[in-house]
């Protein structure tokens, strides 16, 4: 199942070490660790992180998010993203994802370069610690213009990738913007990577590139499977919607991560 690595390669959103095993066995070439991808994704735990680190050899990114909802950060939440930070480098990550907006939907600068010191390994997290790659997450699709947000992210140094959906529910819905964005980065010759993530699969990948240029795509290419428990108790739930629905799980399919491998590498 192992593929070559595409011009464009994979993020795999993966939140689960089975999931971790499955993308790289199918061929991404890196991942975004999450928790609680039914929120949108929160920060894993520590020994989650640990784990996926030690039994993967490709770079694992941490989201850094301390709940689900909006990304307007209290004082104490960007405390805690920070500390989180430090634990992603302590674990052995190779990078953190992380974004924050003010109430107006505009970028919220001041919580963005203080997430992005930490992980460049300074910020009261100790002079001369490793470096950490900064991708800036899809809050840029919540704030009021995602082409304005990219130009305000250009400003703050140390950023090295955005993850966006060009502001739509979907990436291949925001194509067009998709391609705006590229086009700015295109034009200031800038560094930094746009990452087309949100809807993206199979049947879309290879069209998706193409129409927009984007250097990197994400996805979470996850299936639906049976649990492993034979008792199944009725009438109650842990949460779910339905019995059918606690019994299962979405995991990362390691053939629908080498379908889109293999379709990035015809584009």
């Known amino acids: 199942m192992d593929a070559q690595p595409p011009a464009v390669p994979l993020e795999c959103c993966v939140a689960s070490a089975e999931s971790a095993?499955?993308?790289?066995?199918?061929?991404?070439?890196?991942?975004?660790?999450?928790?609680?991808?039914?929120?949108?994704?929160?920060?894993?735990?520590?020994?989650?992180?640990?784990?996926?680190?030690?039994?993967?050899?490709?770079?694992?990114?941490?989201?850094?998010r301390p709940r689900g909802g909006d990304f307007v950060w209290s004082a104490d939440?960007?405390?805690?993203?920070?500390?989180?930070?430090?634990?992603?480098?302590?674990a052995g990550a190779a990078g953190v994802v992380v974004g924050a907006l003010q109430p107006d939907g505009q970028l919220d600068g001041a919580a963005t370069r203080a997430l992005v010191l930490r992980a460049r390994g300074g910020g009261g997290g100790g002079g001369g610690q490793r470096a950490l790659s900064v991708t800036f997450h899809r809050a840029i699709d919540m704030c009021r213009d995602p082409l304005e947000c990219l130009r305000a992210l250009l400003a703050i140094e140390g950023i090295d990738r955005v993850l966006s959906s060009g502001g739509a529910a979907t990436a291949p819905q925001g194509a067009s913007m998709l391609a705006e964005m590229q086009a700015e980065l295109q034009r200031g010759g800038h560094q930094l990577a746009l990452m087309a993530g949100g809807g993206v699969a199979e049947d879309n990948a290879a069209a998706l590139v193409r129409d927009t240029g984007v250097a990197m795509v994400h996805g979470t290419l996850r299936v639906k499977v049976d649990g492993a428990m034979l008792w199944r108790k009725e009438?109650?739930?842990?949460?779910?919607?339905?019995?059918?629905?606690?019994?299962a799980r979405r995991v990362t399919s390691a053939e629908r991560v080498a379908a889109v491998v293999a379709a990035l590498a015809e584009s």
């Open 21 to 64: 095993l499955a993308a790289e066995r199918g061929g991404a070439r890196c991942l975004e660790l999450c928790d609680n991808l039914g929120e949108g994704g929160t920060t894993p735990s520590a020994g989650m992180l640990r784990t996926v680190v030690a039994r993967v050899g490709i770079p694992v990114r941490v989201l850094i």
């Open 77 to 90: 939440e960007l405390e805690v993203q920070l500390q989180d930070v430090d634990a992603a480098r302590d």
């Open 235 to 247: 009438g109650v739930t842990m949460g779910s919607s339905s019995a059918e629905e606690e019994f």
